[in-house]
C-alpha cells in the first residue's frame, strides 16, 4: 500500500442517513493495496471511492453497521426468490474495469432519477475509474440494452459492492436485489466467502433492506468482532449505544 496522506477526521456535517444527526469521518488516500491489505481494510469497517478510503467516527453514534454476506451460506427468501425468477433472462458479464461513455450516461441518469442529482463525467472517473486496489465491474444487459452495472473491489477472501447503478426503465426487474445475489453467486464461484455490502443502518429504510440478505454478518465497532444474525440480534441495542447516551 501506497499511502498519499495519513488518517485525518473531517469536520462535523448534517447526516443524510439519519434526521437531526451529525456525521464525521476518519479517511486517507492510497493507492496500490493489494488484496491481503484490501481484506484488512474491509474487515475493520472502512469503504473507499477511488483512492478515498473512509469510516464513520461520528459523535455518540454507532448506527452505521458494517455488513457483510455469508456468501456460500446465502439463502434467498421468498420474494428474492422471485427476483431471481424474473431476471433468469437478463445476461451478465464481470470483466475488468473499462469506462465506456455508456456507463457515464447510464450513471447520470441513475443520479438524476434517482436523487435528483447532477454528474459530471471527471467525479465519476474519479470514484469508479480510479482503481487504488483490485477491482472488477459487473454488467447487467437486459435483450440488448446495458441495464445496470456494479462496481467491485476484489480481496483475498471477498468481494465488496462499491456500488451499483440501473436505468429507471427496468425498475419492475428490482436490479438492486438482483445485483447482491447475482455478484454474491460469482463471489462463490471465485473462492471468496464474503460479499460486503457496505453500512447498514437500521432507522434508514434505503439502508437497512441489507438485513433481508441472510446469512449476514455485521461488525461491532467496540471490538472489532463480527457477529452473525442471532449473537448481533441479542446484543443490538448495546451495540449501538454510547454509555452516555
Not at 477526521?9 to 456525521?23: G, H, N, T
Request: hydrophobic share 35%.
Amino acid at each position: 500500500m501506497k499511502l498519499l496522506s495519513e488518517p485525518l477526521v473531517s469536520e462535523e456535517a448534517a447526516c443524510p442517513y439519519l434526521k437531526d444527526r451529525k456525521w464525521r469521518f476518519s479517511y486517507f488516500f492510497a493507492t496500490e493495496v493489494d488484496g491481503e491489505e484490501l481484506n484488512y481494510i474491509l474487515s475493520r469497517g472502512w469503504r473507499k471511492f477511488g483512492m478515498y478510503y473512509f469510516k464513520p467516527v461520528c459523535r455518540g453514534c454507532r448506527e452505521c453497521v458494517p455488513i457483510r454476506l455469508n456468501c456460500d451460506k446465502l439463502q434467498a427468501a421468498k420474494s428474492q426468490k422471485r427476483v431471481l425468477r424474473k431476471c433468469e433472462d437478463i445476461r451478465v458479464e464481470f470483466r475488468d474495469l473499462e469506462y465506456r461513455d455508456e456507463i457515464y450516461e447510464l450513471y447520470r441518469v441513475h443520479s438524476l432519477d434517482r436523487f435528483g442529482k447532477e454528474s459530471n463525467v471527471e467525479d465519476f472517473q474519479s470514484s469508479f475509474y480510479t482503481p487504488s486496489c483490485p477491482a472488477i465491474q459487473s454488467e447487467y444487459y437486459i435483450g440488448d440494452r446495458l441495464a445496470g452495472v456494479g462496481f467491485l473491489d476484489v480481496s483475498t477472501e471477498a468481494l465488496s459492492s462499491v456500488y451499483f447503478i440501473y436505468h429507471t426503465d427496468f425498475l419492475k426487474y428490482s436490479l438492486g436485489t438482483f445485483s447482491i445475489l447475482r455478484e454474491s453467486a460469482f463471489a462463490v464461484s471465485m473462492g471468496f466467502r464474503y460479499y460486503y455490502l457496505g453500512y447498514y443502518i437500521r432507522e434508514n429504510r434505503s439502508m437497512a433492506y441489507k438485513n433481508s440478505f441472510h446469512m449476514n454478518e455485521k461488525m461491532d465497532w467496540l471490538t472489532g468482532r463480527w457477529l452473525d444474525e442471532i449473537e448481533f440480534e441479542s446484543c443490538e441495542k448495546k451495540i449501538l449505544s454510547y454509555p452516555d447516551n
